[in-house]
């Protein structure tokens, strides 16, 4: 099963717009939720993370909104560039060490 | 510091054939993964190795698969009798508090 679900599959934005990708998770024990950014070619690297005691994180023009009830989690990107065009993956683990379970992610295009 | 790194960085192999990919981790780093990629698809969890401790392996697909660590640092995925459904990027990463940093991956295709 889909422990992780994410969307939208993929999402153009305008230069200067707010991108906003969902994710929602089901096991209620996952602890750690991380951001990755994924350019062609490359692996995946750490965008931003939180945990469930905040209900919201920043970082630059990178958001983090956390609903514990709702099972939910969100990224914002604001004034995105074109140089923010990648694929986006959220995940979920339980304990920071342990493995991650990933959404399918989301291939956000920023337009000039 | 150097990064994860991984190889080779691109894999052409024929099907029926076994195959192996490296990982070297960030130095000092305890933890060490393999998660596959594949076309349209997130990271699927492959293994995982923390320190001297008995690896997580409930990812592995199927008994084709294998992984070792030797001395807590390098570690090879082997891939054996290799089958089209296996083609995707091999990706591997390090932590040593949390944090995974994830190599480049190697590129699997079976012909």
């Known amino acids: 099963q889909q422990q992780v679900k994410q969307s939208p599959q993929s999402l153009i934005v305008q230069k200067g717009g707010i991108s906003i990708i969902n994710c929602a998770y089901e096991?209620?024990?996952?602890?750690?939720f991380p951001w990755y950014q994924q350019f062609p070619g490359k692996g995946p690297a750490l965008l931003i993370a939180?945990?469930?005691?905040?209900s919201e994180k920043k970082e630059g023009r990178f958001t983090i909104s956390f609903n514990k009830s709702a099972k939910q989690f969100s990224l914002h990107i604001m004034d995105s560039q074109p140089g923010d065009s990648a694929t986006y993956f959220c995940?979920?683990?339980?304990?920071?060490?342990?493995?991650?379970?990933f959404g399918k992610g989301t291939k956000l295009t920023v337009n000039p | 510091g150097a990064g994860v790194s991984q190889s080779p960085s691109n894999k052409v192999t024929e099907k029926g054939k076994d195959v192996e990919l490296r990982c070297d981790p960030i130095s000092g780093h305890t933890a060490l993964y393999w998660y596959r990629q594949s076309l349209g698809q997130g990271l699927e969890f492959l293994i995982y190795?923390?320190?001297?401790?008995?690896?997580?392996k409930s990812g592995l697909p199927s008994d084709r698969f294998s992984a070792e660590r030797t001395g807590g640092s390098v570690s090879t995925l082997t891939i054996q009798r290799t089958q089209q459904e296996d083609s995707a990027v091999y990706l591997c990463?390090?932590?040593?508090?949390?944090?995974?940093?994830f190599g480049p991956g190697t590129r699997l295709t079976v012909l």
């Open positions: 990463a390090s932590s040593l508090r949390g944090t995974q940093y």
């Open positions: 939180i945990r469930p005691d905040v």
């Open positions: 190795f923390q320190g001297n401790s008995a690896p997580d």
């Open positions: 995940a979920a683990s339980k304990g920071g060490s342990e493995k991650l379970v």
């Open positions: 096991n209620t024990a996952f602890d750690y």
